[in-house]
């Protein structure tokens, strides 16, 4: 059945700092979601992309969705302790999403 | 829009139990979800409802594990003779439909079940 990967499974920063996060999926995706969820709490939505090669900002996140649509990333510039959390990424499979494994940010201040 | 609304928040069980949930999505929303979820883990599909109706179940999930939705509305996930590989979170999530044009539908989480089987 289809996966989908994410690296790194943790990364830990200083705030400031850059991060990337990046989701592989087995399969061509129609479109990719991602969502955020933070400590003790439940996933909640941030973005999808739909076309190929797409790039969507909200503030200093970025997302992009691969020319082959079968990987994306999200990239958060100059880190804020809100910032951390587990970020997925999630891609259809015929009538559900199927999520990737996350990538757990800590940030310290 | 009250949000997705899921009970109890913790469950404990000793082993063999019977344990069912309850998940009140979003009252307009037509699909109901229900994602399993463990430690350092990305949420795990186990079945969905389009209204009342189930239309998928994972291959995964034991026949132990069994969801309703009657009439459309909330939805309840019983665990028969719960075994310990069993605690995780359950978490239930909503959405309207599944597509809309090209754009899948987000899906909107509850706070989810967090189950511990002793």
């Known amino acids: 059945g289809q996966q989908v990967m994410q690296i790194p499974q943790y990364q830990h920063v200083q705030e400031g700092e850059d991060f990337t996060t990046y989701c592989n999926s087995s399969?061509?995706?129609?479109?990719i979601q991602w969502y955020k969820q933070r400590p003790g709490g439940h996933p909640v939505f941030l973005i999808q992309?739909?076309?190929?090669?797409e790039v969507k900002k909200q503030k200093r996140l970025t997302f992009q969705f691969g020319e082959a649509k079968k990987n994306s990333s999200l990239h958060i510039t100059a880190t804020q302790t809100t910032d951390v959390g587990t970020y997925f990424c999630?891609?259809?499979?015929?009538?559900?999403?199927?999520f990737g494994t996350g990538t757990r940010l800590q940030v310290f201040p | 829009d009250t949000g997705v609304s899921q009970n109890p928040r913790h469950k404990i069980t000793k082993r063999g139990q019977n344990v069912t949930f309850r998940c009140d999505p979003i009252?307009?929303?037509?699909?109901l979800y229900w994602y399993r979820q463990t430690l350092g883990q990305g949420p795990e599909f186990l079945t969905y409802?389009?209204?009342?109706?189930?239309?998928?179940k994972s291959r995964l999930l034991s026949d132990r594990f069994s969801a309703e939705r009657p009439k459309g509305s909330f939805s309840t996930l019983e665990i028969q003779r719960t075994e310990q590989g069993d605690s995780a979170m359950y978490l239930c999530?909503?959405?309207?439909?599944?597509?809309?044009?090209?754009?899948?539908?987000?899906?909107?989480f509850g706070s989810g079940t967090q189950l511990s089987v002793l």
């Open positions: 999530a909503s959405s309207r439909t599944a597509y809309w044009g090209e754009v899948y539908e987000k899906l909107f």
């Open positions: 399969t061509t995706l129609s479109n």
């Open positions: 992309l739909v076309k190929s090669g």
């Open positions: 999630a891609g259809p499979s015929t009538d559900k999403l199927i």
């Open positions: 009252s307009e929303h037509n699909r």
């Open positions: 409802f389009q209204n009342e109706a189930q239309l998928e």
